[in-house]
């Protein structure tokens, strides 16, 4: 029997990804602050109001909730501090006490972020220490979940992209071709490493690890290993673009407001061994990214203005 599933950020880069692929089989109520979700029963609830997102969970007491919102814009996490830790943190435990209360499982999508990329591959069992302040409050809410004490599992990822645009942004992947495909340069650092994540598996992954009521911690990136640079140079290539137009730059260079780990790629053997969804290797996540990209009626070509992409 299909579940009462809640989804938070509906409309983002992976919560519209689960909600899409949740639907077919479970009752999706899809929380949203801004657009209701194109996938889903909307549900309105901005996780600043803390009393409404304890509210929805207690009234609609859904056998499990995938709490994938968050304030994922790392320099605006560090500039904006107090924001993002109620958005990240205190939201977080508001849905796990709500949560524990209800009965519902949880599992909440954190991130790389919170390691401090010193030495990469993170494994499950590592000891994170994060270096900005994205990661501080995905840390806390980890924390939170912890110590709500209910059913639940933290799944972590790591550059999420996917062949549309989300939560009024592009992501790295899109912004990427859209660039690439109107002639213009881009710069990209060759000194910070990471486990690129397609949307659609991260989904899978997520909606499986729900399914199967699994708890603990998760590392559900892909597979890969590679820096930001050899990630475009493995776009172009996959989407026939211009490489030469592949700037590389050092991280040094960036005007970036927030610290970035410098390697803060994941181990994924965990997920390899317990789950039938599988972290895919960057190329088989690019082959796939392709045909969502046609399927999702996109042209290379066209560009459009959009706010820029994040990268947690
Ligand atoms: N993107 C990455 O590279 C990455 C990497 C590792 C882990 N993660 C984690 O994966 C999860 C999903 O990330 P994503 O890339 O899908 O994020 P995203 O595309 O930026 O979407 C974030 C979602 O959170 C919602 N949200 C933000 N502030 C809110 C508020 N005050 N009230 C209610 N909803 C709010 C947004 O809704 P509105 O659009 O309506 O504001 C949006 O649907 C996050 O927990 C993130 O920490 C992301």
Redesign the pocket.
Known sequence: MGLKLLV????????SAVAKIASDRHTVFS?????APKFGNPVL????NLERVHRVVLTLKPDAIIH?????DVDKCEAEKRVATK??YE?TKTISAAAARAGAYLLY?????IFDGKRGMYRETDRPNPINHYGLT?LMGEEAVGAARGKSCIA?????YGSKP????D?FAVWLIEKLTAGQSANIVTDQFVSP?L?SNVAEMTLELTERSLTGIYHTSGCSRVSRYDFAEALAATFGLDASLIRAVRMNDMKWTARRPRDSSLDVRKAMSSLNHVPLLLGDSLVRLKTEYREAGRKIGRRQARGRA???
Do not use: P, Q
Request: hydrophobic share 45%.
């Open positions: 938070t950020g509906a409309g983002g880069l992976l919560g929380g949203f602050r801004r657009r609830m901005d996780l600043l994938a919102a968050a304030l994922t958005v990240n939201a999508v954190s991130t790389d972020a995905k972590r990822s790591s550059v999420i989300a939560a009024l942004k992501n994540s949307n994040t990268g947690s």
